[in-house]
């Protein structure tokens, strides 16, 4: 699929597989929908690390929202015992930054983390990466050894405001709370595709790790290798008839809510339709 960015250095886009170009491929997607609020959702176990996690997926978003939850825990969002990142409308009409709430403490909304990165989603047709990776024992919130780093598609992205996390990740990371994957439970949602979600336990991975520049297009890389940890999971989508199956070998499988075989899509950051 062709990919555009306002802001960003390109991401991938070569359609049909192209595989000369890509040293590691990924062939599906999983489409989730708003109108019915399809999810995928698994409860945590104890895990590795309080205070270090790592996060990386690739996405497109072809609809808007004025919130868009992409990786959540139970209990709402700006309140409650929530946490979630998710894109988040910023100029009226789009979807366009995207946001950590809720990441510590035992308040949820705001506490932890609000962090707008400054660059701006527009792409309606492309996939970007999207890289996390938080260590509360860090000292500030600026640069690649923060406490919360975040690249998009390879690109250190700039926080305008930030509420800086401490302590224990007990709202992202906890034993026995509800975690969502592709639309939160109950708020306001819209239409997401995502490919390849890792998320590790108790680890501060570099982005590098997940991608890598070719050519002036950022391009997944082969993520086996890593250490993923109690809760740690990768969801390839893979299996139509099993989206929530677990790639990492922790066998840390999500129950699909509303998404039948037809919600895996052979559109993803090397294959396109």
């Known amino acids: 699929m062709p990919f555009s960015k306002d802001i960003l250095a390109g991401s991938s886009g070569q359609g049909g597989g192209a595989s000369g170009f890509y040293g590691y491929q990924i062939e599906q997607s999983a489409r989730f929908d708003a ?44 309140g409650g015992n929530g946490a979630s990142i998710a894109l ?27 962090t707008y990165p400054a660059n701006a989603f527009r792409d309606r047709g492309g996939w970007s990466h999207i890289h996390y990776k938080v260590d509360t024992s860090k000292t500030g919130m ?64 570099d982005y590098t790790s997940f991608g890598e520049s070719k050519n002036g297009v950022w391009i997944p890389k082969d993520p086996s290798g890593l250490t ?4 740690g999971f990768h969801l ?19 129950t699909a809510n509303n998404m039948g075989t037809d919600h895996q899509v052979l559109d993803s950051p090397t294959f396109g339709e």
């Open 142 to 205: 600026s640069g690649n050894n923060a406490k919360v780093v975040m690249h998009i598609n390879g690109v250190l992205s700039v926080f305008v405001t930030t509420n800086e996390p401490s302590g224990n990740l007990n709202n992202f990371n906890d034993n026995g709370s509800v975690h969502n994957i592709g639309n939160g439970n109950g708020n306001t949602q819209g239409d997401i595709y995502l490919a390849e979600f890792i998320f590790l336990d108790n680890q501060y991975e």
């Open 228 to 231: 993923f940890g109690n809760n």
């Open 35 to 78: 109108s019915t609020s399809s999810r995928l959702y698994r409860t945590f176990g104890s895990p590795s690390g309080a205070t270090k996690l790592t996060i990386s997926f690739w996405c497109k978003i072809p609809s808007i929202a004025s919130y868009q939850q992409i990786f959540s825990r139970s209990g709402g969002y700006g």
């Open 88 to 114: 988040e409308d910023s100029l009226g009409g789009y979807s366009d930054i995207m946001t950590m709430y809720g990441m510590t403490g035992s308040t949820g909304g705001n506490g932890g983390a609000n």
């Open 236 to 254: 390839k989508y893979e299996d139509a008839s099993d989206l929530g199956n677990d790639s990492s070998g922790n066998n840390n499988d999500f």
